[in-house]
C-alpha cells in the first residue's frame, strides 16, 4: 500500500492529537484525581432533615478540626439556608480563616439551583435528590458573593450570600 506524503503528516498529526487527549484525560482522571463532582452522594428531598448533615442545628459553617471547616447549607427557591445565627437571623455571611480547608455540602428540595463562589473554583450544580460537595482550599482573602448560576425561577436573582476569607 502506497500513502501519500501529506496522508502520513495528517494520519500521525491525528493519532497523535489522540494519544496528547487520551494522556491529558488519564493524568487529570488518575493523578490529579478529576472527577465529575456529583459521586452519587443521594438524599431523599422531600426528607432532607433526616439526613444528620442538613438538620437545622448543623446548617452553616462547622469546625471540624485545626484548619479543617464543613459547611453545610440548603438551597431552595429563592434562599440560601446556612441556618440562624444566635440572635435567630438568618445566617447570609460566611467567614473562613484563609488556607483554610473547607468541604462544602449543599442540596435542594425543590429545583436545581447553582452554588458559585464568584472568584474562586468552587462552582456546583445543586440537583434535587444529591448532595453536592466540594473540597477546597480558599487561599486569597477577600469578600467574595455566593450566587445562583443556574437560572430556578422568578427569584434567581435573590439567590445570593457572602463568603469573607480573612487572615
Ligand atoms: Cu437558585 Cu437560580
Redesign the pocket.
Do not use: I, Q
Given at each position: 500500500m502506497h500513502l501519500h506524503k501529506y496522508e502520513k503528516i495528517w494520519l500521525t498529526f491525528g493519532i497523535g492529537s489522540l494519544v496528547v487527549f487520551l494522556l491529558i484525560l488519564g493524568y487529570g482522571a488518575f493523578w490529579k484525581g478529576t472527577h465529575p463532582q456529583s459521586h452519587g452522594v443521594t438524599i431523599d428531598p422531600n426528607n432532607i432533615q433526616a439526613y444528620e448533615d442538613f438538620k437545622p442545628e448543623n446548617l452553616g459553617l462547622t469546625k471540624v478540626d485545626d484548619n479543617q471547616y464543613v459547611v453545610n447549607l440548603i438551597?431552595?427557591?429563592?434562599n440560601y439556608d446556612f441556618g440562624k445565627d444566635d440572635d435567630g437571623a438568618p445566617v447570609k455571611h460566611i467567614r473562613i480563616p484563609a488556607g483554610s480547608n473547607v468541604l462544602f455540602q449543599v442540596t435542594?428540595p425543590d429545583?436545581?439551583?447553582?452554588f458559585n463562589v464568584a472568584g474562586t473554583n468552587v462552582n456546583m450544580m445543586?440537583e434535587p435528590g444529591y448532595i453536592s460537595q466540594l473540597e477546597t482550599v480558599l487561599k486569597k482573602p477577600g469578600i467574595y458573593t455566593i450566587v445562583?448560576?443556574?437560572?430556578?425561577?422568578v427569584?434567581?436573582?435573590m439567590?445570593y450570600a457572602t463568603l469573607e476569607v480573612y487572615e
Open positions: 438551597a431552595s427557591a429563592f435542594t429545583v436545581v439551583h447553582g445543586v445562583c448560576n443556574e437560572y430556578c425561577g427569584g434567581h436573582h439567590m
